[in-house]
């Protein structure tokens, strides 16, 4: 079936240390976004791209960096780790157009840590 | 901005009850209100949508109401099931836009 991935599913790093998370997908959409999950917070949208080309910022970018390296890849980055970005991180993506082009599908997430 | 509240945070249910989930919006221009369901430890998936040309919408023992003129829609759940526990986001944007803004989630909690 086609799918949503994310690697790691869980890292544990340290203040300070550059780490990247990454998402592919084989559902054939063009627009991916990535979102954080806190509790009490829901689900904050932190970069989204539209195409290879298109990259946008989301309510809560300050601290992270994004690449789209294809259609199918799109990476998290953050650059100096700080302890308020532990959190659950989903990728997402959807279809421009379609039956269901409104609907958004998550990856499974990666849980991060930051001590 | 658009801007998304989402009530109560938390809500217990016998089973067999109903449960509602209530969420207001602050951008007029929001036509597409999609709920999603989180099951523990699961990632969130699409459960009922309406747009803002419909009034109601019901799929099985789901429902979603849309009143625009007040901002707010609502998830009603009937008959509810120990497998209906989970958390449920409600979200507001635009058609084709495809960039939603999510509330900040219900933890429902249906017991036998």
């Known amino acids: 079936d086609a799918d949503v991935t994310q690697t790691p599913r869980n890292r544990i790093t340290k203040t300070g240390k550059r780490i990247m998370l990454e998402c592919s997908q084989t559902?054939?959409?063009?627009?991916m976004y990535w979102y954080r999950q806190d509790p009490g917070l829901g689900l904050r949208l932190i970069y989204y791209?539209?195409?290879?080309?298109?990259?946008n910022k989301g309510e809560i970018s300050d601290g992270y960096s994004v690449s789209r390296q294809a259609q199918a890849k799109f990476s998290l980055s953050l650059e100096s780790a700080i302890p308020n970005q532990t959190a659950l991180y989903f990728c997402?993506?959807?279809?421009?157009?379609?039956?269901?082009?409104?609907?958004?599908?998550f990856g499974p997430g990666t849980r991060l840590t930051v001590l | 901005g658009e801007n998304v509240e989402q009530h109560p945070s938390t809500l217990s249910v016998q089973e067999g009850d109903s449960a509602v989930i209530k969420c207001t919006y602050s951008?007029?221009?929001?036509?597409?209100f999609p709920w999603y369901k989180q099951e523990l430890g699961k990632r969130p998936q699409l459960i009922i949508d309406?747009?803002?040309?419909?009034g109601e919408k019901k799929d099985q023992r789901i429902a979603v109401t849309l009143n625009k003129t007040a901002k707010h829609f609502s998830l009603h759940i009937t008959e509810t099931q120990p497998e209906d526990s989970a958390v449920y986001f409600c979200?507001?944007?635009?058609?084709?836009?495809?960039?939603?803004?999510f509330g900040t989630g219900t933890r429902l909690l249906v017991s036998p």
């Open positions: 309406i747009r803002s040309n419909v």
């Open positions: 979200a507001a944007g635009l058609t084709g836009f495809q960039k939603l803004v």
């Open positions: 951008d007029s221009a929001s036509n597409y």
């Open positions: 997402a993506t959807s279809a421009q157009k379609g039956k269901r082009d409104n609907e958004q599908f």
């Open positions: 791209s539209f195409d290879v080309k298109d990259i």
């Open positions: 559902k054939g959409h063009d627009r």
